[in-house]
């Protein structure tokens, strides 16, 4: 038997939307991130982008399980001296949402240029209305991937 291995050119990319009202953050982003990368698919290679597009709605209604909203941090470095921030993320929801998400996401893909690659592919909206009807995206229950 010979191992195939698929270009990016000779991929068919689909479009899929996912409404994440209600969903854990966590769950949603690591079934999305599964989509991206493209392991969903039989012609899946590890070091191209095989993965299909993802239209996230509803991001600002994603839920954090027990305490998270309270606890947890989003901090980040502006790089001058001493200027290491911290938000909660109940602070970071109710501002960006679509960040909160976008990062998650990103924390489940690969590092490095085809992970940035791939996170161009995700596309996250705070409310129900998105811009990408044009694609014909197929609606996607992630519970179910």
Same mark, same amino acid.
């Given at each position: 038997?010979?191992?195939?291995?698929?270009?990016?050119?000779?991929?068919?990319?689909?479009?899929?939307?996912?409404?994440?009202?209600?969903?854990?953050?966590?769950?949603?982003?690591?079934?999305?991130?599964?989509?991206?990368?493209?392991?969903?698919?039989?012609?899946?290679?590890?070091?191209?982008?095989?993965?299909?597009?993802?239209?996230?709605?509803?991001?600002? @209604?994603?839920? &954090?399980?027990?305490?998270? $909203?309270?606890?947890? !941090?989003?901090?980040?470095?502006?790089? =001058?001296? %001493?200027?290491?921030?911290?938000?909660?993320?109940?602070?970071?929801?109710?501002?960006?949402?679509?960040?909160?998400?976008?990062?998650?996401? @990103?924390?489940? &893909?690969?590092?490095?240029? $085809?992970?940035?690659? !791939?996170?161009?592919?995700?596309?996250? =909206?705070? %409310?129900?209305?998105?811009?990408?009807?044009?694609?014909?995206?197929?609606?996607?229950?992630?519970?179910?991937?």
């Amino acid at each position: 038997m010979r191992t195939r291995s698929f270009a990016t050119k000779d991929v068919d990319r689909k479009w899929y939307v996912v409404d994440v009202d209600g969903v854990t953050l966590g769950r949603a982003a690591a079934r999305i991130a599964m989509i991206l990368r493209g392991k969903h698919k039989p012609t899946y290679t590890p070091h191209d982008d095989t993965g299909d597009f993802v239209v996230v709605v509803n991001s600002a @209604k994603a839920v &954090l399980t027990g305490r998270k $909203l309270e606890q947890k !941090m989003f901090v980040w470095h502006t790089g =001058y001296m %001493g200027h290491l921030r911290e938000r909660t993320y109940a602070d970071v929801m109710e501002n960006k949402p679509s960040e909160v998400f976008k990062r998650a996401v @990103k924390g489940m &893909l690969p590092r490095g240029v $085809l992970g940035r690659q !791939m996170l161009t592919k995700l596309k996250v =909206y705070e %409310g129900a209305e998105h811009p990408h009807e044009a694609q014909q995206p197929e609606k996607l229950d992630i519970s179910k991937v």
